[in-house]
């Protein structure tokens, strides 16, 4: 698709940049919205969602190669609506895809783009499948999935096993992002066994590691004030999982869930997280603690690599990261809306 048209489709899907992070909040009028009353049910909400504005397919893999080196891999699926739906014929859409491989000392990223209706990219339910040209995620259902992406100077094949069950976070999956009411459907699936390969130009290499899947769909899901987020997904050694989130505006807003070992979730309120950034890189906080006082958690959180910039269409960083603290691990951290300065 043409970079011009593209970015022309974007932002007309996404409404005036100033309302909201890349235009996520928008007025959604004309779109649904999330129901709190309607919660997310499987295997039915496993496939898109066109009446919605947004969805997206997200997963983050911090791996190690045989010799206990780490990286990390990004793979990332975006469907924009551009009108409503008419009852009749699904919306036209834009898909955005994005795939990135990062190490200590490397971050390699890169984009591709569709038009909606035409087999470049799309995604189904049941078999579960998301694809933008020759990348793909894949499985009969989310506990089984395959994974590929490619870009200048890097490749990756990644087999991906539940260990556990799919987190519907929130409120059975009604996910709050602001104390105004703004909202998405969320769930993930965390507790993936990774393995595969990862070429970096110098033939493939085996890896193995954690994965982490995100599912989410909404048509305003940030208030106009929200100009960005950081958000962590960590996998603690003790076997519990931790999502959080803040959403930066005129008024802060966080949320999380935090998973034992067995899969048991709590969701996280806004009074019980606290994050901080530590120490900065180019004007991107790439370190910080992490706290949830009410379940006893002091964490500090360190990139991988603090240069892991997404230099896309919406530039923003994501890349693995360290926990150590009152208890270790590694997951992914991303930031969004905020402005890198020069070298």
Do not use: C
Request: proline content about 8%.
């Amino acid at each position: 698709m043409d970079r011009r048209a593209f970015i022309l489709a974007l932002l007309a899907a996404s409404g005036a940049r100033a309302q909201g992070f890349a235009g996520l909040g928008a007025d959604a009028q004309g779109f649904a919205l999330p129901d709190p009353a309607r919660p997310i049910l499987f295997p039915r909400d496993h496939g898109p969602h066109p009446d919605f504005r947004i969805e997206w397919w997200y997963l983050t893999a911090p791996l190690q190669f045989e010799d206990g080196t780490p990286l990390g891999i990004q793979w990332t699926l975006f469907r924009f609506a551009l009108a409503p739906p008419d009852g009749n014929t699904p919306p036209p859409a834009v898909w955005m895809g994005h795939a990135a491989v990062t190490t200590a000392t490397r971050h390699l990223s890169t984009e591709r783009f569709a038009r909606g209706g035409t087999g470049q990219a799309g995604a189904t339910g049941a078999p579960f499948a998301a694809w933008i040209d020759e990348w793909q995620m894949a499985g009969e259902t989310p506990e089984a999935i395959t994974l590929s992406a490619s870009g200048p100077g890097f490749r990756y094949a990644l087999d991906l096993q539940a260990q556990g069950p799919l987190i519907r976070h929130g409120a059975q999956g009604f996910s709050l992002k602001s104390a105004s009411g703004q909202a998405s459907y969320y769930y993930s699936q965390p507790f993936y066994r990774a393995r595969g390969s990862v070429d970096l130009g110098d033939g493939p290499r085996a890896v193995t590691g954690e994965g982490w899947l995100d599912r989410e769909w909404s048509s305003q899901p940030l208030s106009a004030d929200q100009q960005g987020w950081d958000w962590f997904s960590l996998a603690l050694d003790d076997g519990r999982r931790l999502m959080a989130f803040r959403l930066r505006g005129t008024t802060d807003f966080r949320s999380g869930t935090l998973i034992a070992a067995d899969g048991t979730a709590r969701a996280l309120s806004d009074g019980e997280i606290v994050a901080k950034p530590d120490a900065q890189r180019r004007g991107i906080p790439t370190e910080w603690h992490l706290q949830i006082p009410t379940e006893g958690l002091d964490l500090r959180i360190a990139a991988l690599n603090p240069d892991a910039w997404m230099e896309t269409r919406v530039s923003y960083w994501e890349g693995p990261v360290a926990v150590t603290g009152s208890a270790t691990g590694r997951g992914y951290l991303e930031m969004t809306g905020y402005a890198r300065s020069a070298p």
